[in-house]
């Protein structure tokens, strides 16, 4: 039996925040394969970058550095109007900001 096809590839995955003069290193050289059927829960604690990881694979938001494909498009290098594209095929709702609540449709918000 052929191998259940992989729909997210992560390869050396990293995303920086600045906040002030100070930058937050929130995912460090991360790899991860994600197959089709695959049932995954995302743990740990809070801060730790579960929302981060999450935003950067639906494309709410943009790596640092490192590699990112979804079904087979490399998410971290497309343009701003095709991962608009992307995301709004893939999302029939209004994304929001888990922090304010605030419509955040192609980058994160800046409430924060
Ligand atoms: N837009 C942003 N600007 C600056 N820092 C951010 C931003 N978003 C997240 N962070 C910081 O990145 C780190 C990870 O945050 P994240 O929200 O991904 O954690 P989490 O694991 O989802 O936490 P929780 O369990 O509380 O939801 C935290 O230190 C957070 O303050
Ligand atoms: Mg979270």
Excluded: W
């Amino acid at each position: 039996m052929s191998e259940k096809k992989v729909l997210v590839r992560i390869r050396g995955l990293a995303k920086d925040y600045k906040r002030g003069v100070e930058t937050v290193h929130v995912l460090e050289k991360l790899d991860l394969d994600i197959r089709e059927g695959d049932f995954l829960a995302l743990m740990g604690p809070s801060g730790s970058g579960k929302s981060t990881l999450l935003n950067l694979i639906g494309g709410l938001d943009r790596p640092s550095s490192g590699t990112l494909e979804v079904a087979g498009q490399r998410v971290d290098s497309m343009g701003d109007g095709a991962l608009a594209r992307t995301t709004s095929a893939s999302s029939s709702r209004c994304t929001t900001c888990c922090r304010c609540s605030r419509p955040s449709a192609t980058s994160s918000c800046r409430c924060c």
